[in-house]
């Protein structure tokens, strides 16, 4: 279980969080939500540790992110895989090699043969394993999230964070991402936080939904409730949809 | 005050290079990768470079030297400390902070705006330690070794001058390389490649890993690296010229 506690953050004058806490539970898909520019990615690079607030903590399982030693943070750090939005795959390295780096340097006891199983096994399991030898310039941006899903699951992640997983993908590829997603939390049973502002993705997966808006938790509820919430900023971001006005009309 | 918070990021990123680094078994591959692309890659520029100035250092210092009191051979002697101490270190280093710092920078920088340094970062791996480092050592190695192919190649441009020019006989130009010839100068050639190998990887690294933006402020960090790497590298000169010699 993932904790947030108080988290604060500002860049000079502007402040982007103003005080968020919440709770990811285990084997669940939550998500994060919001308008463009209301703090989703900032306070997801909190969470994983990439950003520093200002205020506040995150706890892993107890273990806190922000006043633990380095070796503590480093074994924390460890336990997370994360999937970016451009997936951020190493451009000069084979799909197998961006796959593999993670054990490359993180396990170094572990055989070459291993390795390359634990390797193949990602990929099978995003459906890739047939462009393992490809570079990065030479696949699609689906197919580039997919290899950054795979390498974020080889090291058996006990956390996943996923920083919009369907920006810039048709609907389609967007569907079967979020498919991906939502069966590997089920399969390798990890705490998966998704930020995205995509009400497919939330009507899809989403468990447990935290709204932001003005730097704050708005609401936070189940994809089904989100439909009847009362804030009258989720109801415009919600209804921004025209399809989820549709389907509300239609119940 | 930024330019003292700017030197502060410096030195803290220095010093976050070699706190918490990683397994040592990793650099060695790292190093070995980055000292062909740093050197190399490098060695056509510096070869062209240098036998260009070694031969127009010759004519110039002969054209200059029209005297029948000052033996020929002193072309010689004025070519290989000019070399020597000034041409193969600091102006090899000087089209290296273009080549090389430009380089350097870009690559960091857009590692850093496709998000691959918080890729790194995110894996518990320390990305400076990881990244720069290993282009650290390659430059520091590297580097000096281009200078003494520089001053190599240099002195062998201002011998071929005298052997198809007129101004002096080769057996001039390599008595005066031979007179009064100072080994320590070598040595110093070597300190200052060394302290401007480091200022080349450092600042351009430095510039490139706090890139924030896109494509436009990519090549401003480029830019940035290659000002400021020069200006560190006639800072540096000028300093150990004053404490060595």
């Known amino acids: 279980m993932i904790e947030i506690v108080n988290i604060k953050k500002s860049f000079g004058d502007k402040q982007v969080l103003a005080g968020i806490s919440g709770r990811f539970e285990d084997s669940h898909n939550s998500l994060i939500i919001g308008a463009s520019g209301t703090g989703k990615s900032v306070l997801l690079k909190c969470i994983v540790g990439l950003i520093t607030p200002d205020e506040g903590d995150v706890f892993f399982d107890g273990r806190s992110l922000y006043n633990s030693s380095a070796r503590e943070v480093k074994k924390i750090r460890r336990e997370m895989g994360m999937l970016f939005q451009g997936g951020a795959l190493f451009d000069s390295k084979t799909v197998a090699e961006n796959v593999r780096f993670p054990l490359d340097m993180l396990q170094n006891e572990m055989a070459l043969s291993e390795k390359n199983d634990r390797v193949l096994h990602s990929l099978e399991r995003v459906g890739l394993e047939n462009a393992a030898q490809k570079m990065p310039s030479e696949i699609s941006g689906g197919m580039k999230k997919r290899v950054g899903i795979a390498r974020a699951i080889v090291m058996n992640p006990k956390y996943l964070f996923c920083d919009e997983p369907n920006s810039g993908l048709d609907p389609m590829t967007a569907i079967r991402i979020d498919e991906l997603i939502s069966e590997i939390t089920d399969d390798y049973k990890m705490t998966t936080v998704v930020v995205t502002h995509d009400m497919n993705s939330v009507m899809g997966i989403g468990e447990y939904v935290m709204f932001l808006y003005n730097g704050l938790k708005e609401w936070e509820g189940d994809s089904q409730s989100i439909l009847h919430a009362e804030s009258k900023a989720l109801r415009e971001f919600v209804f921004a949809s025209k399809i989820m006005e549709k389907l509300i009309h239609k119940e | ?245």
């Open chain 2, 1 to 245: 005050m930024n330019f003292i918070e700017n030197w502060g990021k410096y030195f803290l990123f220095l010093y976050n290079m070699v706190r918490n680094k990683e397994p040592l078994r990793v650099y060695p591959p790292l190093i070995i990768d980055e000292m062909v692309k740093i050197g190399t890659n490098s060695l056509v520029i510096v070869a062209i470079v240098s036998s260009f100035i070694g031969a127009v250092t010759a004519i110039q210092t002969a054209d200059n030297l029209v005297s029948p009191l000052v033996p020929l051979s002193v072309i010689g002697t004025i070519c290989r400390d000019m070399n020597l101490l000034e041409l193969a270190p600091t102006f090899t280093c000087v089209v290296l902070a273009g080549k090389v710092g430009s380089n350097l920078a870009g690559e960091i920088g857009s590692m850093r705006i496709t998000e691959q340094i918080d890729a790194i970062d995110v894996m518990g791996i320390n990305s400076t330690s990881f990244l720069i480092l290993p282009k650290m050592v390659a430059a520091c190695i590297m580097i000096p070794v281009l200078c003494i192919l520089s001053a190599f190649l240099g002195l062998m441009g201002g011998y071929l001058v005298a052997l198809l020019g007129d101004v002096m006989t080769p057996n001039d130009y390599v008595n005066g390389l031979r007179n009064g010839f100072r080994v320590f100068n070598v040595y110093f050639a070597l300190i200052k490649s060394v302290v401007f190998a480091f200022l080349i990887a450092s600042i351009a690294s430095y510039k490139g890993y706090y890139t924030y933006g896109g494509a436009l402020e990519i090549g401003q960090a480029s830019t940035k690296a290659v000002t400021n790497a020069v200006i560190g590298i006639l800072v540096a000169d000028l300093v150990l010229a004053q404490v060595l010699i």
